[in-house]
């Protein structure tokens, strides 16, 4: 760690760059090209900062048990990771009522009788307050702490291209309030061309995770594309996956 900071990778030569031209405080997007390196890179921020300072981190793409599962098979220790199950806790419930409505419905019963069989009132259309949900648990930080969230993509839908913008700055104003930090995960193509804008413009940086393909072999490449006030450093790094996770090399 530099200057006392807490480690954003674990990844000197890429941190180093970045810690340098960052805020105390800052958020950062990560986009995956769909190979699965961006969410690693994810977990590995958690995991660097699991030592030092509180860790929420919350699971769109994965269940709480197989990021736990990835953690134990990198040697990591997870115990200081807060793991949400936000897919659990924001559509199971309403997926579950849903599909006890259709198959009453199928047995020929009434939409009031299937709100009977299935214990009452109908099922709601959306999922609570995705928005404030997203920012609950660092809200009442005081201190420095480590967000992120493996994917913002199945909750596009529901926040827009505004709520997106707003849970964007409201993390990013959050974190610069208390020196936390925060990361978003988002697969470039899923989000409306506006939507992903908004979220690289209130981004402090911005990383691209690629797999290339060189001669029959696959090559993974982690792209700073943006940092903030400094497209000086703007550069790609060779990625590789070890045993103990994510290395890198400057190209």
Same mark, same amino acid.
């Given at each position: 760690m530099s200057g006392g900071r807490v480690p954003i990778f674990d990844l000197p030569e890429l941190d180093r760059p970045l810690e340098s031209a960052l805020p105390a405080g800052w958020l950062g997007l990560i986009e995956d090209d769909g190979g699965g390196l961006g969410h690693l890179l994810a977990k590995q921020a958690a995991h660097a900062g699991a030592a030092s +300072?509180? @860790?929420?981190?919350? #699971?769109?793409?994965?269940t709480a048990a197989e990021v736990t599962r990835a953690f134990d098979a990198l040697g990591w220790e997870s115990s200081g990771v807060n793991v949400i199950d936000l897919e659990q806790e924001l559509w199971s419930d309403l997926l579950h009522r849903e599909l006890a409505v259709a198959r009453a419905r199928?047995?020929?019963?009434?939409?009031?009788?299937?709100? +009977?069989? @299935?214990?009452?009132? #109908?099922?709601?259309?959306?999922p609570p307050a995705v928005g404030g949900r997203l920012v609950t648990d660092i809200a009442p930080l005081d201190g420095?702490?480590?967000?992120v969230l493996d994917s913002i993509d199945p909750l596009l839908d529901e926040l827009g291209a505004a709520g997106a913008e707003r849970f964007a700055r409201q993390i990013r104003e959050r974190a610069a309030a208390v020196g936390g930090s925060a990361l978003v995960v988002v697969r470039p193509e899923v989000p409306e061309l506006r939507t992903l804008a908004l979220l690289e413009l209130v981004a402090d940086f911005v990383l691209a995770s690629e797999l290339e393909e060189q001669e029959s072999v696959i090559a993974p490449k982690i792209i700073v594309r943006k940092?903030?006030?400094h497209p000086e450093l703007a550069r790609i790094y060779r990625a590789s996956v070890g045993e103990k996770g994510i290395e890198v090399v400057p190209l």
């Open positions: +300072v509180p @860790v929420y981190y919350y #699971a769109t793409h994965e199928a047995k020929g019963l009434t939409l009031a009788e299937a709100q +009977v069989e @299935v214990g009452g009132a #109908a099922p709601r259309r959306a420095p702490f480590r967000y940092v903030r006030n």
